[in-house]
């Protein structure tokens, strides 16, 4: 465990650029910058050696080594699927709280799927994370280490840097909203990551407040929503968080949100034998979303051991797809990544043995 002191000093990665020159007032721009770029270019883990940096800028870091620190978090487990697509890496942070972040190769590009809480919340009964509950909130600098630990991965394999970014791992994004903006202000920063907004996919489990403050701020990120079931019955069953924010109202939000931004909603389905994918289902998810520019992702249930449901057959999906065709809304029937090391949708758990 690290000295109490550790936990409490404030991180660099925790402050977008304007806030980072404001911490360094008195400092010409140029250290900013060069401090910037050491960060979030060269994905720095040691700041003490740095040739590049002037005397003002070493001075500035001594002394500020007593109140500020970098995220670093420690490698704990790096798994690799065995089709060698998806390698999901275990992060310990330094209050000793492990998270899990995934990198995913696609046709040659690659997407990192980040986790923004310590466990989550939301309870969804299919879902691992939500099986262990919530621990805390991340900081925005724990969610941008998350990124930084990818680039890295593929840095020193001399692969082509992060594509895409999903925040779909554990937590809940907009139960974490401030953190996750701040997060991704700093990842999207062309001086920087540089993963531009258009390649940013917040997932939501449907919090209302969160989304329409996302309309009303025009953020510009991509929008997924889990819905899973079409009935606030249906729902509800399978998403607790829909007794907090009923179907109704939630679509009510996303229709504000697609109204006030004109962007296209995503819409998560996971596929469930014999609970939710059946073509009458399918029906009424298409009546649900009618007028909304949706697309809808359906993912085939990945396996956990808290929840019994299997995966629908290739046929039903087909069969729910075709449904949804005639209802006008497109779908697509997403690739499974990872299942064999427990790194796809749903499945990310810190299992206790290893905290
Ligand atoms: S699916 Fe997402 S929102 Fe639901 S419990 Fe899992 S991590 Fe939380």
Redesign the pocket.
């Known amino acids: 465990m690290p000295a109490v002191s550790e936990i409490q000093r404030r991180s660099l990665h925790d402050l977008p650029f304007t806030a980072l020159a404001r911490e360094m007032d008195g400092l010409s721009p140029v250290h900013t910058k060069a401090l910037w770029r050491a960060l979030y270019h060269e994905t720095a883990t040691d700041l003490t050696q740095r040739a590049e940096f002037l005397p003002p800028l070493r001075r500035w870091l001594d002394g500020a080594a007593s109140h500020l620190s970098i995220d670093h978090p420690e490698l704990a487990a790096d798994t690799a699927s065995s089709d060698g697509l998806t390698r999901k890496f275990l992060l310990r942070l330094v209050d000793a709280q492990t998270i899990e972040t995934v990198l995913m190769r696609f046709d040659g590009r690659f997407t990192a799927c980040v986790s923004t809480?310590a466990?989550?919340?939301?309870?969804?009964v299919?879902?691992?994370?939500?099986?262990m509950g919530f621990t805390r909130h991340l900081r925005p600098g724990e969610i941008v280490a998350q990124v930084l630990h990818a680039q890295r991965t593929l840095r020193a394999r001399d692969e082509p840097g992060l594509r895409n970014l999903v925040l779909?791992?554990?937590?809940?994004p907009l139960?974490n909203y401030d953190a996750v903006m701040t997060a991704l202000e700093i990842i999207s920063d062309t001086r920087g990551i540089n993963i531009g907004p258009s390649r940013i996919t917040i997932?939501?489990?449907g919090v209302v407040p969160g989304i329409l403050r996302l309309a009303e701020e025009q953020r510009p990120y991509h929008l997924a929503v889990?819905l899973h079931g079409a009935t606030e019955e249906d729902r509800s069953a399978l998403?607790p968080?829909s007794r907090r924010w009923p179907l109704a109202e939630l679509i009510a939000a996303c229709r504000t949100y697609g109204a006030k931004t004109g962007r296209r909603i995503f819409f998560e389905w996971t596929l469930i034998a014999g609970q939710n994918d059946s073509p009458a289902q399918a029906a009424k998810l298409g009546a649900l979303l009618t007028g909304l520019d949706a697309h809808v992702n359906l993912i085939p249930l990945n396996p956990t051991n808290g929840f019994a449901g299997t995966a629908s057959a290739t046929a039903a999906a087909t069969e729910f797809q075709r449904t949804l065709r005639a209802a006008g809304l497109p779908s697509t029937v997403r690739q499974r990544r990872g299942i064999d090391v427990a790194a796809g949708?749903?499945q990310?758990r810190v299992e206790k043995s290893r905290l």
């Open positions: 809480q466990g989550c919340a939301m309870g969804c299919f879902c691992a994370t939500g099986q779909m791992g554990m937590g809940e139960h997932s939501t489990v889990s998403v968080a949708c749903g990310l």
